[in-house]
């Protein structure tokens, strides 16, 4: 079975633009997780989604906003860019909202130039 | 405000030892506490989770202890193997103020573990 995907696999792109990452969880699963890493650091939360509804947000601006759809696929969109926001972007899925163990997809590489 | 911290960065040592890894954390109420692999470029990988009511958990090489009167877990690898290099993170659930899990993860830094043969 295949475990969480994300697309791309690399980004750069320049201040200022805007970027839409991709995620798709593990089938069956129904919450969707996002989190940023930076360089050095462990990863940092930004939204939680369960049944396209949003059920936790991180302390991030509201540059950052987030989708879940019918099929439970997620979608992470990012406005404005800054050079902060290089970092591996990462989305983990779990089978039910609050579930023990979240699984996490190979992450989205973002540089900002 | 709510803090993790995983005191070592770095940890070296010799194949066949017993590496331990610390994680504290402060002003938190955890559900469970869980640790997590993570190989350069790489999502984390889960390993291991253990409840706020449960002392020690065991898989393979690997024990989990958890003590929230001193709010630290320690994770251990047993004959360690080069193989085991990684970075290692610790991360806490909390609890909604109605006591059901909050299902977000709060990650300490890591501690990446190098196992030389």
Redesign the interface.
């Known amino acids: 079975d295949a475990g969480v995907t994300q697309s791309p696999t690399h980004l750069i792109k320049t201040r200022g633009q805007q970027v839409t990452l991709r995620c798709s969880p593990i089938s069956g699963h129904k919450s969707v997780s996002w989190y940023q890493q930076v360089l050095g650091q462990g990863p940092q939360f930004i939204f939680q989604y369960y049944e396209k509804e949003e059920r936790g947000r991180g302390n991030f601006p509201d540059r950052f906003s987030a989708r879940q759809f019918p099929n439970y696929s997620s979608e992470l969109n990012v406005n404005a860019l800054l050079l902060g926001d290089s970092a591996l972007y990462l989305c983990a899925s779990s089978l039910l909202l609050g579930a023990d163990t979240q699984y996490f997809g190979p992450g989205t590489r973002l540089t900002v130039l | 405000s709510q803090k993790?911290e995983q005191n070592s960065e770095a940890l070296n040592i010799q194949e066949g030892k017993t590496a331990t890894l610390t994680c504290n954390y402060t002003n938190y109420s955890p559900a469970?506490l869980?640790w997590?692999r993570q190989d350069p470029?790489?999502?984390?990988?889960?390993l291991l989770?253990i409840r706020e009511n449960e002392k020690e958990k065991r898989k393979e090489r690997l024990k989990v202890t958890f003590d929230t009167t001193l709010k630290q877990s320690l994770f251990h690898i047993t004959a360690s193997q080069p193989a085991d290099s990684a970075t290692y993170?610790c991360?806490l659930?909390t609890l909604?103020n109605y006591g059901?899990?909050?299902?977000?993860?709060?990650?300490?830094?890591?501690t990446k573990l190098s196992v030389k043969p």
């Not at chain 2, 470029?41 to 889960?46: H, L, T, Y």
Request: charged share 10%; aromatic share 16%.
């Open positions: 993790i469970y869980q997590y470029g790489r999502g984390p990988v889960f989770l993170l991360a659930d909604m059901g899990s909050q299902g977000n993860l709060i990650f300490g830094k890591g």
